[in-house]
T-cell receptor
Framework: ETGVTQSPTHLIKTRGQQVTLRCSSQ?????VSWYQQALGQGPQFIFQYYREEENGRGNFPPRFSGLQFPNYSSELNVNALELDDSALYLCASSQGTGGIDTQYFGPGTRLTVL | DQQVKQNSPSLSVQEGRISILNCDYT??????FLWYKKYPAEGPTFLIS?????DKNEDGRFTVFLNKSAKHLSLHIVPSQPGDSAVYFC??????????????FGRGTQLTVWP
């Protein structure tokens, strides 16, 4: 059983660019949640995908968008990058019928916007 | 607005002693609470949870206490071990612990356990 993986590990972008982050969910999981963790802060909920549909969204602008594929892997896309988008982006996968304590986090993608 | 607050950014404890990490919340709709541990370069890992209908939950060396009237919870680690050194996040949910919901996290407390 493989865990949650994220790619890339690190990346550097400049302001105004676009970025795509990827998350492979754990085997058997159909739900993926994305969180942004800025420096010195706790993770903040961006959105969740359940069976390829968005199932809830946090207080993030529309330039943050996502996608979930039939194999339940997921992408987070951020357009028109701003300096404040620099953060660790975490994804978490779970089985939709389970408890939230069965949600597993990936190691994250560190995004730096210059 | 931070609905889950961890007001101590760091805590240093000697090995074998008790570690007490505190967390306060403002949203009375929270009905499920969790603690996560995070090592550098890894994602948060679930440690222990408690439902709002309970006031205590214990799992080995880890115990979580919930005081609903004070909107306060705490994590006790006894005895503390050097391997416990990590960032601890308090988190809350309004979805009765369903995975189809979001977590609200505090800013975390860096625990350092020294020999």
């Amino acid at each position: 059983e493989t865990g949650v993986t994220q790619s890339p590990t690190h990346l550097i972008k400049t302001r105004g660019q676009q970025v795509t982050l990827r998350c492979s969910s754990q085997s058997g999981h159909n739900t993926v949640s994305w969180y942004q963790q800025a420096l010195g802060q706790g993770p903040q909920f961006i959105f969740q995908y359940y069976r390829e549909e968005e199932n809830g969204r946090g207080n993030f602008p529309p330039r943050f968008s996502g996608l979930q594929f039939p194999n339940y892997s997921s992408e987070l896309n951020v357009n028109a990058l701003e300096l404040d988008d620099s953060a660790l982006y975490l994804c978490a996968s779970s089985q939709g019928t389970g408890g939230i304590d069965t949600q597993y986090f990936g190691p994250g993608t560190r995004l730096t916007v210059l | 607005d931070q609905q889950v607050k961890q007001n101590s950014p760091s805590l240093s404890v000697q090995e074998g002693r008790i570690s007490i990490l505190n967390c306060d919340y403002t949203n009375s709709m929270f009905d499920y609470f969790l603690w996560y541990k995070k090592y550098p370069a890894e994602g948060p890992t679930f440690l222990i949870s408690i439902s709002s209908i309970k006031d205590k939950n214990e799992d080995g060396r880890f115990t979580v206490f919930l005081n609903k009237s004070a909107k306060h919870l705490s994590l006790h680690i006894v005895p503390s071990q050097p391997g416990d050194s990590a960032v601890y996040f308090c988190a809350a949910s309004v979805d009765r612990g369903s995975t189809l919901g979001r977590l609200y996290f505090g800013r975390g407390t860096q625990l350092t356990v020294w020999p």
